[in-house]
């Protein structure tokens, strides 16, 4: 990350992210706010992209930015009336202070380690490594997640089915 | 590989699949029950034929070793006895009990990962397992209360779950593996390149996974969720929640903190004193919220609050000791829970009320019943033949070796005060009118429930002996 550009273009994804984030929280109305996440769900992508995480920014497009986005919007449309607007939160002043509380500590946090950096070139592409891992070393949590699905479906079958 | 390893697991996700099958073919929801609850003979003669192995598999995410044996029995054990509290109980769910059941093994499979695991990876995927699973399990009821103990639960679990995955993303960055013995070491040469000094990533880290684990634990800070969730969620699966949830909570954060970061001599960080002042803080405030209750599964949630506060001591110790005593009461906990929870179904099944000013006169009207549930609030105050009593001055013992007498009187003190609200319901058990003459009856699974659980309070506190060894033989893997 030593080409100027490049830093210029991090500062660039990483001030959108933050925008969209804050509007994500701050705006009153909740489709607002699931069209911001999308915004913080791309930039999150654009970071992946600038390093070198190229399967990782492609999932994150097609499962954050995609998939997950439309059902969040899907969810308000069939839970709630929009037009009246979401209610105001009576805990946003703790709220804020937790999260500025929090962010002081992580900012405190990272920027006092020295964070080991791998001396090897960065992977042309990470898809076939990805794979193998997972098909390898993480077989076991890998193979866990289908039965985490297992149950989720169920659940979600119970619980949302009228009888 | 070795699959034979992962013979317990496999055989309860085999047999959680089974049950599913088998429910669409029958219509007598009993057959499925007696097949979930016979059917975790598998697993357990599996579990048991493993142990003394000391082993490792999946490049090294499944370690077979006494403590994951011993927690792994141990799940199996709660999942049997809530499987016996639910043949009645689960009447109220009608179309779904065959699901019921099945999500039931399943959270136990999760469970059993979380005790056998060395690897951050697999630790957040086996507890999301158990999670995902006991959100789904506290929602069954589909009423009010049900639904609002299953979202509060889900949100505030959601949380927990990403304060967690920070830790562990901090923790992977300072470190640079995922692996709990490689992270002992990688701490362990920083610090020595440091002159001792610790990377505040590495600390922060371990903070935040303090913190998930204590939601799963209900530790104070993290406790808010505890008692609308226990309160609404089916009576069998809060038993569930104290009994095994619990205890997988505390299997993960001993796995975590004694063999990846409290591995190093001297300690990067003082973890004794951190859950030292976590354990005040948990039984104190747990204690004092069950005093003005007046609902018997809510005034349980925040005794089971303060319960892990108790354990905590034995964590403080940060000794052999101290594991060995967490694991004999976290065993002890189990099977007293599920007793008193056993019972507050019985009876609920009839009354149709947790109201402990309810419960007045019940031991003309169902003198066993009473006499069972008494022992085991005995038991959760800690006083003799009780399982309660050994347990706590173990985990006391432990911690007094160690020098935290402070954290000792505080939890005398603590036990002190909380025989007051126990013994308000064996008072009014006891001593109160009955408001009717009428005996309650109560369902032959749930009698073997019963049963079990309050032999098993008796004889683990009468003869503590082996069971305290089974315990310090699981503890000994952590701390030779």
Redesign the interface.
Known sequence: MSDPVLVVVFYLISAITVVAALGVVLTRNIVYAAVFLVGTFAGVAGIFVLLNADFLAAVQLLVYAGAIAILIIFAIMMTRDTRKGSRSNEQRWPAFIMAVLMLA??L???S?????V?VLAPLETTTEKLGKLLL??????FE??S??L???M??A???SRE? | MNLYLLGPELSLIGLAFLVILVDLATHNKNVVAALAGIGLVVPAAWAVSLWGQTASSFYGALVVDSYSIFFKLLFIAAAALVILMSVQYSKRFAPYQGEYYAVILLATAGMMFMASTQELISIYISLELASISLYVLASFLKDAKSSEAGIKYLLLGAVSSAVLLYGMALLYGATGSTKLNEIAQAIQESMQRDQGAVLPAIVLGAIFMAGGFGFKIAAVPFQMWAPDVYEGAPTPITGFLTGASKAAGFAVILRVFFVALGNQAPLPVDWPALFAVLSALTMTVGNLSAIPQANIKRMLAYSSIAHAGFILVGVAAFSSQGVGGVAYYLLGYMFTSMGAFAAIVAISERLGSDQIADYSGLARRAPLLALILAICLISLIGLPPTVGFVAKIYVFWAALQQGLLWLVLFGVLNSVISAYYYLRVVKAMYLGAPASEEPLPVSRTLVVALAVAVIAVLAIGIFPQPWLDFGTGAAIVLIP
Not at chain 1, 112 to 116: E, G, Y
Not at chain 1, 136 to 141: A, M, R, S, T
Request: charged share 5%; hydrophobic share 60%.
């Open positions: 500590v992580l405190g946090g990272i006092q380690t020295i964070w080991p791998s390898n070393e993480y077989i076991l949590p866990v997640v039965v985490l297992v149950a989720a169920i659940g079958i119970v619980i009888d």
